[in-house]
């Protein structure tokens, strides 16, 4: 996980409140990419960031806003947190002449 | 759409026990392949990858090769070891804006 950092590592929200999550990466790579993952259910892309300044929605973004900061920085929020979104969260980003992810060590979030 | 199934786990074995993973895809034209490796508590890492048909990915002791005919890569190791225990993850991905597809994980579990 080299290159990709995550904060926090652990959260707990009660159902409603917000929260952003941080993920930023030292290896000057263009794209960047939120998934979630829920037992059984593998990986799920909420957005993703092809470079600085675009984003665009995954397979299930709904519940979810981001922001791509700069080239270093991809924030992803949750406005009104619901238990459905009890998950945990990784970021991972991906080099332009490179076809391999390289993930975040992980958000694990509890909404009560 | 693109898809990746896998085998369902959890996969058990002794040490020193034979290994497959199977893995099949199915895309519209010819993805580059993965396998990531998580360990508890961990983002995903990649283990191995083939960019084009024919092409063997190995790395520690496991391997995998790109079926065209059969659209499978499934994962082997000749002899696991407890720590080789963790999620096995396969995935497939090509195209400019790169969004990968994620099998659902198989969980190898190795007892001594």
């Known amino acids: 996980n080299a290159g990709v950092t995550q904060t926090p590592k652990f959260q707990v929200l009660k159902t409603g409140q917000s929260m952003t999550l941080q993920c930023a990466q030292d290896?000057?790579?263009?794209?960047m990419y939120w998934y979630r993952q829920d037992p059984g259910m593998g990986l799920r892309l909420i957005y993703y960031?092809?470079?600085?300044?675009?984003?665009d929605k995954g397979e299930v973004p709904n519940g979810y806003n981001v922001s791509r900061l700069n080239k270093r920085e991809f924030s992803l929020r949750l406005e009104s947190a619901a238990p459905s979104q009890t998950s945990v969260y990784f970021c991972?980003?991906?080099?332009?002449?490179?076809?391999?992810?390289?993930f975040g060590p992980g958000t694990r979030l509890t909404v009560l | 759409g693109d898809s990746v199934t896998q085998m369902e786990g959890p996969v058990t074995l002794s040490e020193e026990a034979f290994l497959t993973i199977n893995c099949t895809y199915t895309?519209?034209?010819?993805?580059?392949l993965f396998w990531y490796v998580q360990y508890p508590g961990e983002g995903l890492q990649l283990l191995l990858k083939a960019t084009k048909a024919d092409d063997k990915g190995s790395n520690k002791g496991f391997e995998a090769t790109y079926r065209k005919e059969t659209t499978s890569f499934h994962l082997e190791k000749g002899s696991v070891q407890v720590s080789d225990s963790a999620v096995y993850f396969c995935?497939?991905?090509?195209?400019?804006?790169?969004?990968?597809?994620f099998g659902r994980g198989t969980s190898l579990i190795v007892h001594p």
């Open positions: 991972a980003i991906r080099g332009a002449s490179t076809d391999t992810q390289y």
């Open positions: 290896m000057n790579h263009n794209s």
């Open positions: 995935a497939g991905g090509s195209g400019g804006s790169y969004i990968p597809t």
């Open positions: 960031s092809a470079s600085e300044g675009t984003t």
């Open positions: 895309a519209t034209g010819y993805p580059s």
